[in-house]
């Protein structure tokens, strides 16, 4: 489950010197020093009742000129700062059952009830309302090799609440939770790792199942680059493209890369030819790839 942190006695502080501090140090999610710190500045943070609210009323009155050209998340998200140096700072805003937007959106748009992980790191404290409650869960990443369908033997530690002034972290590819909606209106701060590998890694989304002893599947792998997706597109549109895919299925680093290179390569392919590749594929180093390849040979 996400390291819980106590909150350290910080002084209030306002957003312009948070992120000033945290662009002069940079952030790193993995190392004690840098988590120290992110949580004194987050919790210095969380304690100024008055920021966001400034914050939000100037992006209003700016007709959300700033959020509509920096967010790349969706609305429930309200970018606050965001650094060159591989992270970004955010406001999260977590609607109840009783909130319209909620009740128009549904619960699939706030990840509610949604077991997963996350391929990066990130600090988070409860800032405004009740919290939202999460169901955690422990596994060992070190045993699953992240195919669909396979086991993670997970073991439901506690369901807890993001009260105002929690803090707690949660690590790229070791916390699993599922997220249920608070009993009012909620914010969230986080602090969360950015950096150029986060796009390369999967993420989990889990299924429970209905049986007590399942303990838990990997339901699907989510993650996605555009590039990935344009490799799909340039084979069907030329030579060239499909001389590219090949390359990528025999060398890329990432695995996720290589099989939707293979897959690419087997889109444009009839017969015996789309059996060859995905056969071959079937030879890769990675056991995502080597099942996804068996997956599709056999559809």
């Given at each position: 489950?996400?390291?819980?942190?106590?909150?350290?006695?910080?002084?209030?502080?306002?957003?312009?010197?948070?992120?000033?501090?945290?662009?002069?140090?940079?952030?790193?999610?993995?190392?004690?020093?840098?988590?120290?710190?992110?949580?004194?500045?987050?919790?210095?943070?969380?304690?100024?009742?008055?920021?966001?609210?400034?914050?939000?009323?100037?992006?209003?009155?700016?007709?959300?000129?700033?959020?509509?050209?920096?967010?790349?998340?969706?609305?429930?998200?309200?970018?606050?700062?965001?650094?060159?140096?591989?992270?970004?700072?955010?406001?999260?805003l977590w609607p109840s059952e009783r909130d319209a937007a909620y009740t128009t959106s549904g619960p699939a748009a706030f990840s509610y009830g949604v077991p997963?992980?996350?391929?990066?790191?990130?600090?988070?404290?409860?800032?405004?309302?009740?919290?939202?409650?999460?169901?955690?869960?422990?596994?060992?990443?070190?045993?699953?090799?992240?195919?669909?369908?396979?086991?993670?033997?997970?073991?439901?530690?506690?369901?807890?609440?993001?009260?105002?002034?929690?803090?707690?972290?949660?690590?790229?590819?070791?916390?699993?939770?599922?997220?249920?909606?608070?009993?009012?209106?909620?914010?969230?701060l986080n602090i969360m790792d950015e950096g150029e590998q986060v796009p390369w890694r999967d993420q989990y989304i889990v299924d429970l199942g209905q049986e007590?002893?399942?303990?838990?599947?990997?339901?699907?792998?989510?993650?996605?680059?555009?590039?990935?997706?344009?490799?799909?597109?340039?084979?069907?549109?030329?030579?060239?493209?499909?001389?590219?895919?090949?390359?990528?299925?025999?060398?890329?680093?990432?695995?996720?890369?290589?099989?939707?290179?293979?897959?690419?390569?087997?889109?444009?392919?009839?017969?015996?030819?789309?059996?060859?590749v995905l056969e071959r594929g079937m030879g890769d180093s990675d056991a995502r790839v080597r099942d996804d390849c068996a997956r599709w040979l056999a559809l």
């Amino acid at each position: 489950m996400p390291r819980a942190i106590t909150p350290p006695a910080a002084p209030t502080l306002d957003l312009a010197e948070v992120t000033a501090r945290l662009d002069e140090s940079g952030v790193d999610l993995t190392d004690e020093a840098s988590i120290a710190q992110c949580a004194n500045l987050l919790a210095g943070l969380a304690q100024n009742r008055s920021f966001l609210g400034h914050h939000l009323i100037a992006a209003l009155k700016a007709s959300y000129t700033d959020q509509l050209a920096a967010n790349r998340y969706s609305a429930q998200v309200f970018l606050l700062h965001r650094s060159p140096r591989g992270f970004y700072l955010r406001a999260n805003l977590w609607p109840s059952e009783r909130d319209a937007a909620y009740t128009t959106s549904g619960p699939a748009a706030f990840s509610y009830g949604v077991p997963h992980d996350h391929n990066f790191s990130f600090l988070t404290a409860g800032y405004f309302g009740p919290g939202y409650i999460s169901d955690h869960y422990d596994y060992d990443p070190e045993a699953v090799d992240g195919r669909l369908g396979e086991p993670l033997n997970l073991t439901f530690v506690e369901r807890s609440r993001l009260d105002k002034g929690k803090l707690m972290l949660y690590r790229a590819h070791r916390d699993i939770h599922r997220q249920l909606p608070p009993e009012s209106l909620s914010v969230s701060l986080n602090i969360m790792d950015e950096g150029e590998q986060v796009p390369w890694r999967d993420q989990y989304i889990v299924d429970l199942g209905q049986e007590a002893d399942k303990h838990g599947t990997i339901a699907s792998r989510p993650t996605l680059t555009s590039g990935e997706m344009l490799l799909r597109c340039a084979v069907h549109l030329t030579d060239n493209g499909k001389d590219l895919a090949d390359q990528f299925a025999r060398t890329h680093p990432v695995p996720r890369v290589r099989a939707n290179a293979i897959a690419a390569i087997a889109a444009v392919e009839e017969g015996a030819g789309r059996a060859a590749v995905l056969e071959r594929g079937m030879g890769d180093s990675d056991a995502r790839v080597r099942d996804d390849c068996a997956r599709w040979l056999a559809l």
